[in-house]
């Protein structure tokens, strides 16, 4: 997305990435003319405001120059003898001129920018590059295969890194390798690539491709690893990027094909090795991932070439490109909106009508006010993955169970280069605060893989240290034993055997009292017979009397009604009894199922109909011998009942009816 623009023809150079506020000189370009044929020279300075949403960028500082440049690069602040606090620029004139400007004193205003020149060149100078380690060292190529090492602090005489390279050529680009300091290559229009040592002020590596149809426009080291650089062509043939491993300097490592015509330049991001700027003359400008050869960005395009592209140091989301229509424009890689911007374009072309009176009568008239049409928001997408400055350098998150997931980008170290990139890890460690809890979990999990719960809930039982953690796994342990139904009832508190004593000592008790004597007279039955008479005139009797307290306990009936079910209401907990009486051991036997004893105890206690429906829950065997028991112990009552009911009864029941 475009954020500013410059209406020059020139070209540029950004502020060291040390410097703050940002600047961006922009110099005259040489053999370049604009719509004015103005043969005036400048060089001027402007500031990069993100916070003005307008694309105007303010000028800081202009100075007037007799020469025109084919090159310049801003040097960070610490070079040459005077104070320069905002570094130093380095121009290549047309005329082989070397031209040092103090930036302080162009922002300033001052008239004293010059701090020095040299014309030692014997051609334009249309190549120059600062060593990265050293500040106050420059490389500059001209014309004659001509290549100077210029000492800031010793501007007049310039070294030579060896002798020319023949055929004489001239050099299109220098670049000073980023990793090892005294490693120099330079770039020939005839597609030759040779890298110097300056230690031994020879080449020691020539580089050319063998369809001999490269024209090398550009050349750039790879930030990170010393042995590879980037080679642009300017041949429409042939409008490629070669990727260069100087380790198998036979072929190149890969090739970046996407122009369809030249490349006029090229720029290597230093803040993420993955970004790899191109300009050509399809009036394309493409951001690359050099290691998958892949077009991750591309940006607007423009009406005419751009001959030079930079990358901004201080913001490295933030680029530069110079375009033969007169224009320099300032992108970002980080997406954004254009319509903001396009309606800047059309405010600033309605203002450049003015609103006279196209008749001649001098009054202003109103603005004109249009309907406008709706359009769709244009978005501009930003790369396709995340650069490497935003990216996070390392990370870390807990996972279930004690995990630690971890990872860091490290940046590999020179000596460990290769050619293809590490790929990225992943650790995943085990972080142990709690060594009791981590060995119970362990504990625990061998147990579940094992099956052996009754060992484990034991072991619990045996280490634990209160009443209420013993019960807890107690009742646990229960769960994985076979006869888990009679084992929860012991722990309740119901055992078999104590209750089946006890249902037999009441029973027996019971029965001493219930059975005859052993030396009772079988003539005293007809004593009982008699009394049996008298008990059913005494019922005949009480008959009566029943009948006519009917109708006054009716009336007590209505009353205790309404006060029982306000009772029932207020009664809302069911107890059941477990106490040790009759009902008492009867519960309790149903608790364990033993129906057997709950039919006997309500037999001894004369609840036939209770013991009728107990057998039958505890199935036909059980009810069959309750039957019988029935019939066996109410045997002897039916006969006495019988005589009872003789000539005597059968006559009194027939006068009754």
Avoid at 489 to 501: A, M
Wanted: hydrophobic residues 35%; charged residues 20%; negative net charge.
């Amino acid at each position: 997305m475009k954020l500013k623009e410059i209406n020059r023809t020139a070209v540029q150079a950004w502020s060291p990435a040390q410097h703050h506020p940002i600047y961006l000189a922009a110099g005259t370009s040489a053999q370049q003319l604009d719509a004015t044929f103005s043969t005036n020279a400048s060089l001027e300075i402007f500031e990069l405001d993100l916070a003005d949403s307008t694309l105007d960028m303010k000028p800081c500082g202009t100075f007037s120059s007799s020469h025109r440049y084919h090159k310049l690069i801003w040097g960070a602040p610490g070079n040459g003898s005077k104070d320069m606090s905002a570094g130093v620029l380095v121009a290549g004139g047309e005329n082989g001129n070397i031209i040092l400007y103090n930036p302080s004193e162009i922002i300033a205003g001052g008239e004293e920018a010059v701090i020095g020149q040299n014309d030692t060149h014997s051609g334009p100078v249309r190549a120059l590059d600062f060593n990265p380690f050293q500040n106050n060292l420059v490389a500059s190529g001209a014309n004659e295969s001509e290549i100077y090492i210029w000492d800031l602090n010793n501007f007049e005489t310039p070294m030579t890194p060896g002798s020319k390279s023949q055929p004489s050529e001239d050099v299109s680009c220098v670049a000073w390798n980023r990793q090892v300091q005294h490693i120099l290559a330079s770039a020939n229009p005839s597609g030759r690539a040779v890298v110097w040592d300056l230690r031994k002020n020879e080449p020691i590596l020539k580089v050319s491709d063998h369809t001999n149809r490269m024209h090398c426009s550009g050349l750039a080291w790879h930030p990170d690893i010393a042995t590879q650089m980037a080679v642009a062509s300017e041949d429409d043939r042939m409008p490629v990027i070669q990727m260069w491993d100087l380790r198998f300097a036979t072929s190149p490592l890969r090739t970046l094909e996407s122009h369809t015509r030249g490349i006029l330049a090229i720029a290597w991001s230093l803040a993420d090795p993955e970004l790899l700027l191109s300009c050509g003359k399809d009036n394309r400008m493409l951001c690359w991932n050099p290691n998958t050869a892949e077009v991750v960005y591309e940006l607007p395009t423009a009406t005419q070439w751009c001959f030079d592209i930079q990358w901004c140091p201080r913001n490295p989301a933030v680029l530069s490109a110079a375009a033969f229509d007169g224009h320099i424009s300032i992108y970002s890689l980080m997406g954004g909106n254009l319509d903001a911007q396009r309606q800047q374009q059309v405010d600033n072309i309605s203002s450049s009508f003015g609103n006279l009176d196209p008749f001649g009568t001098g009054q202003a008239l109103p603005p004109l006010h249009l309907p406008q049409a709706i359009t769709q928001p244009s978005a501009v997408m930003p790369l396709k993955k995340p650069p490497k400055w935003i990216r996070r350098p390392v990370g870390a998150t807990f996972a279930f169970g004690g995990k630690l997931v971890t990872f860091q980008n490290l940046k590999p170290q020179a000596q460990a280069q290769q050619q293809q990139e590490a790929p990225f890890q992943v650790f995943v460690s085990q972080v142990v605060t709690e060594s009791e809890l981590l060995n119970r979990s362990n504990e625990l999990q061998n147990t579940i893989h094992s099956g052996s719960f009754v060992e484990y809930c034991q072991s619990k039982i045996n280490a634990a240290q209160t009443d209420f953690e013993r019960n807890v796994w107690g009742f646990l342990k229960v769960n994985f034993e076979k006869d888990h139904r009679n084992k929860y009832l012991e722990l309740l508190g119901y055992k078999q055997e104590e209750l089946t004593e006890k249902i037999a000592t009441v029973l027996q008790s019971d029965a001493d009292k219930i059975d005859l004597p052993a030396d009772q007279d079988p003539g005293d039955s007809e004593q009982t017979t008699e009394s049996a008479e008298d008990n059913l005139a005494t019922e005949d009797q009480s008959l009566g009397e029943t009948d006519d307290e009917h109708e006054e306990d009716e009336e007590d009936l209505d009353l205790n009604m309404a006060t029982s079910e306000k009772q029932v209401e207020k009664e809302t907990k069911f107890n059941i009894s477990v106490s040790g009486d009759v009902d008492g051991l009867i519960t309790q036997a149903l608790l364990t199922g033993n129906f057997e004893g709950a039919v006997d105890l309500c037999l001894h206690d004369n609840r036939m109909a209770d013991a009728i429906i107990l057998a039958i829950a505890g199935g036909q065997e059980l009810l069959a011998k309750t039957q019988k028991k029935i019939l066996c112990q109410n045997k002897k009552q039916d006969y006495q009942v019988d005589r009872c009911c003789g000539d005597k009864g059968l006559e009194r029941n027939f006068t009754v009816m």
